[in-house]
C-alpha cells in the first residue's frame, strides 16, 4: 500500500492509497500523518485502517499519470546522512583530492569508518519540490548532480512509519573544494525533491532490499542509468535515526535521506532542462526538471 496525495479541480489537497494492483482510492483523512494517528487513537495499524475504508468503496477512473501530484508528505525538516555507501566514500574522496588518488586516508574515510555517521540538515518543507516539479542548479556551482535515495519518514520519537524516495541534489565542485562548504553544496532553493510516494512501513518485508535505479535524459536522450540496492548501505536505519535524535528535537513527518551510491561519471554534470527519475521498486517513480535559476542582483552594501 502506497500514500499518494494530489491536487483535485477545486485546487484542494486529498489523500488516497494506490494499491498493488494499481487501484486507487480516495481516504477520507485531510493528510499522511492525521492517517498515522487516527489509526494509534483507534488501536489499528494504517494498513487496516486504509483496508477498512477501500472494502466498501470504489477506486478512482483516473491512474497515477492523471493526477497532479503533490509531496506525499508536507515533512516539515528533510535531514540526510552522508558517506554512507563505499561508492559515496569514493566520489567524496575524488572531489576532496581534486580527482587525483590519495593513498592516505581522507575525512571520508573517517566518516565512513567511524561510529558516528554524518547527519546533515536538507531542506524545509517550503523549499522541497513535489513529484514533476523543477528542481534548481545553484548559479555558483558548475558540478552539479542527483543523488537518489531512500527516505525514512519518521514520527516525533524515530519511529520508521514509511518509505520513500528522495532526491539530494548536489554540488560536488563546492563540497570537495572545502567539507564545511557541505550547507552551500547542499541547500539552496528546489535542491530537493520526495514522492512520488510513501510505502507504509509494516508492508515492507526486508527495507535493505531496495532496487534503486536513476536515469537522466537531456533532450529526451538517456544520457546516464545507474542501479543500487539498500542491501550495500554500511549503516542501519536505527543508526542513523538514532544519531539523528540525539539531544534533537524532531517533528511527525520528518524525513531521513540515508545516502546515495549512485554516482554519475566524474566528468558529468546535470544542465538546464535535464529530466531526472529516481525508482524505487515498491515506492515508484520521482521525476524532476532541471532548471537554471533566474539571475538575482545583489543588492549594494
Known amino acids: 500500500m502506497n500514500i499518494i496525495r494530489y491536487k483535485n479541480e477545486l485546487n484542494e489537497s486529498v489523500l488516497a492509497v494506490l494499491t498493488v494492483e494499481n487501484k486507487i482510492y480516495v481516504l477520507p483523512q485531510s493528510d499522511f500523518l492525521s492517517l498515522v494517528r487516527e489509526a494509534e487513537n483507534k488501536g489499528k495499524t494504517p494498513l487496516l485502517l486504509i483496508e477498512e475504508v477501500i472494502e466498501n468503496s470504489l477506486p478512482m477512473k483516473?491512474?497515477?499519470?492523471?493526477?497532479?501530484?503533490?509531496?506525499?508528505?508536507d515533512a516539515p525538516e528533510v535531514w540526510a546522512a552522508g558517506v554512507t555507501y563505499e561508492n559515496s566514500k569514493l566520489a567524496r574522496n575524488y572531489e576532496a583530492s581534486q580527482g587525483y588518488e590519495e593513498k592516505e586516508e581522507t575525512f571520508y574515510?573517517?566518516?565512513y569508518n567511524a561510529a558516528r555517521p554524518e547527519i546533515f540538515f536538507k531542506s524545509t518543507s517550503a523549499r522541497t519540490v513535489a513529484p514533476r516539479g523543477e528542481v534548481y542548479l545553484r548559479s555558483d556551482s558548475n558540478w552539479q548532480i542527483p543523488e537518489p535515495e531512500l527516505g525514512l519518514v519518521i514520527n516525533k520519537v524515530g519511529k520508521i512509519i514509511g518509505y520513500?524516495?528522495?532526491n539530494d541534489m548536489s554540488?560536488?565542485?563546492?563540497?570537495?573544494?572545502?567539507?564545511?562548504?557541505l550547507p552551500q553544496a547542499k541547500v539552496w532553493k528546489n535542491s530537493c525533491?520526495?514522492?512520488?510516494?510513501?510505502?507504509?512501513a509494516e508492508t515492507v518485508e526486508d527495507p535493505y532490499n531496495f532496487?534503486?535505479?536513476?536515469?537522466?535524459f537531456r533532450k529526451e536522450e538517456k544520457v546516464f542509468e545507474g542501479s543500487a540496492n539498500t542491501e550495500q548501505l554500511k549503516r542501519s536505519y536505527t543508526e542513523l535515526v538514532s544519531y539523528l535524535l540525539k539531544d534533537n528535537e524532531i517533528f511527525d513527518g520528518t524525513v531521513l535521506l540515508t545516502g546515495t551510491c549512485i554516482v554519475p561519471p566524474n566528468e558529468f554534470t546535470l544542465d538546464h532542462n535535464d529530466r531526472i527519475e529516481i525508482e524505487i521498486e515498491g515506492i515508484g517513480i520521482l521525476e524532476n526538471t532541471v532548471k537554471k535559476q533566474i539571475s538575482q542582483t545583489l543588492p549594494t552594501l
Do not use: M
Open 211 to 216: 532496487d534503486i535505479t536513476c536515469r537522466i
Open 62 to 73: 483516473l491512474t497515477l499519470n492523471d493526477l497532479d501530484l503533490l509531496k506525499p508528505v
Open 109 to 111: 574515510d573517517k566518516v
Open 193 to 200: 525533491s520526495i514522492g512520488p510516494s510513501i510505502r507504509l
Open 164 to 166: 520513500t524516495i528522495g
Open 171 to 181: 554540488c560536488r565542485d563546492i563540497e570537495g573544494e572545502n567539507p564545511l562548504y
